[in-house]
Structures are given as C-alpha cells and as structure tokens.
C-alpha cells in the first residue's frame, strides 16, 4: 500500500499529464465536481474516472479514497452506465500510498479504525465491470487499486509493484492476495519478498494484465473501447456473468461450478435471454432490455 514515488520532494516538479478527452454529456453522474478526480462519458455507456492529484503522482490517501467511492457509488446507479474505466496520467496511475497521512499511526490507530478497509469498496459495492488503464507508476497501494479492477490494461513502460517491504510493512489492501492469485506463490513471493517492481509487459506476460499497449494513449483507449463494447451487452447478463467469474476467486472448482451452474439458469428468467437468443434465431442485432 506504499510507494515511493509518492514521499520524494522531487513530485512537485511534474505537472498532470491526464490525457485529453472530449466530454460528451451520456451520464448525468459526471455532473458532480471532485477536487482529486475528473469523471467524464466520452463514450456511450462508459464512464471514465480519472486520479488528478498530479503534483503527489497520484498518491492515494483518505480524500481522494472518500472521492473515488463516491463517484463510483453514483456511477453504479446510473442507469445510463455501461461499465467503467479508472486511469490515472501518463506519468502515474498512483504512485502508491501517502505515506505522510499513515507514517504516524500506531496498532490502535490503524486496527481501530479499520484504516484502509474503505479502499476495497471497489470489490465489493461496485456491480459494474471496472477496467484499470495502468499507465507510468502503479507502486504499493496503487498496484493494488489497479488489481482491484475486474479487467487491467496496461502500457508496456508501466512500473508496477508492491515495494512495501522496503519500508518495513507489507501489503495491505489486498496486494499479497490477489498478486499471488494472478501471478503464482513463487512470483509473488518474490515480488513481495524484495519489493522489486516489474513492467507493463511483464504484467501482462504474467497473466496480471489484460492487454498490453506501446503507449499510454493506445491503453486508455483500449480500455475506453472494450468498456463500450461491455456496455452493449445485456446490463442484467454482464452483472451476473462479473459474478460467477469473481465468485470462482472466492469458491472451489465444484462450487464455482455449481455457482455458475445456477445462476446460469437463472437468466433463463430474464427478458435479455428470450430477446438474445431469439435474435441470434432469427439473425437479428439483440435490442437488450435490461431487464
């Protein structure tokens, strides 16, 4: 949840390099202002979440954590929402962790609080598929907030990497566990062990990463174009197919297949299915209903 280029007096030198985007008025949840994100919809059923805290690379500490909640809260209710995409700048996806706002805290502190706990809101509250667009630095905390999304793409010059080791603690919001699930025991311990970081590319030869991209314009809008491509589908069969794939995380083969099994046949209950299979009959484009 650390990372180092978040401490470095050298941060303030570099100015925010968010990628430009034209923005198109399709979600009326990218009417709220933030003061550490810029949400927009630059396409239709896609809503594109961006960390602006440029002089800290993107550091995550509580504020931009309550922001980046709160959009995704409102982003999950609107019905004009598809899917969503969380990126960063050219520079930094995050950094990794303010280690300003943690370096001071005691046991009682952090475990009576349930510090950080909030940062895995994304996991759990967020029923629509979330892609990371990982571009620059994605170190600690930010590494993990880019593992947290359903899908990562990423540029093959990325810098990822969970360094917390280096600074005597180890993961914490999730980074040792889902590293390991996507990567193997022997690589994450690894990893984990010394703190070494890894790039883009070996992200993506490893399994962590989705997509590779040359370069951080062609990952966002990589990820821009599959999320509208998911936001086409049937909204009621795209949230129960993100179910049954985060589920196999959760359960053992035979679970998860009797898992999916079931809500399989669930769908057989829903307008989408009779219209989907009744186009595919009749060689037809599907109108989904959502419903």
């Known amino acids: ?3 180092v280029g978040a401490v470095r007096p050298m941060v303030c030198r570099f100015v ?5 985007r034209v ?5 009326s949840a ?36 309550v922001e980046l909640n709160s959009a995704l809260h409102n982003l999950n209710t609107d019905a004009s929402i598809g899917a969503i995409v969380l990126t960063g700048s050219e520079k930094a996806f995050a950094a990794g962790a303010d280690i300003k706002e943690m370096k001071d805290k ?8 349930d510090f950080i706990e909030m940062w895995s809101d994304m996991t759990t509250a967020v029923k629509k598929p979330v892609i990371s667009a990982v571009n620059g630095y994605a170190l600690g905390g930010g590494c993990e907030l880019a593992m947290m999304a359903d899908i990562m793409y990423v540029s093959a010059g990325a810098t990822l990497g969970q360094p917390e080791i280096k600074l005597g603690t180890i993961p914490g919001a999730g980074g040792s ?7 193997g025991k022997a690589k994450a311990m690894e990893l984990v062990l010394t703190g070494d970081s890894f790039s883009g590319k070996e992200a993506a030869d490893w399994g ?48 998860g297949v009797d898992f999916e099994r079931r809500v399989f046949h669930s769908l057989f209950g829903s307008k989408d299915q009779k219209i989907g299979m009744a186009a595919f009959a009749e060689k037809k484009k599907p109108q989904w209903s959502n419903e």
């Open 1 to 3: 949840m650390s990372g």
């Open 16 to 20: 925010n390099t968010a990628l430009p």
């Open 23 to 27: 923005v198109r008025p399709y979600s």
């Open 30 to 65: 990218t009417s709220h202002t933030y003061e550490h994100l810029k949400v927009s919809a630059p396409k239709p059923g896609v809503a594109l979440i961006t960390l602006h805290r440029p002089r800290a690379l993107n550091a995550l500490f509580t504020p931009l954590l």
């Open 106 to 113: 005691t046991f009682s502190d952090a475990y009576g609080t």
């Open 177 to 183: 566990q889902r590293l390991t699930r996507a990567v």
């Open 208 to 255: 962590l990463a989705a997509k590779v991209f040359d370069t951080p314009e062609q990952c966002v809008e990589g990820a821009l174009s599959t999320a509208e491509k998911i936001a086409s589908m049937s909204r009621i069969a795209v949230k129960a197919a993100k179910e049954v794939v985060n589920k196999s995380q959760d359960l053992g083969i035979r679970e």
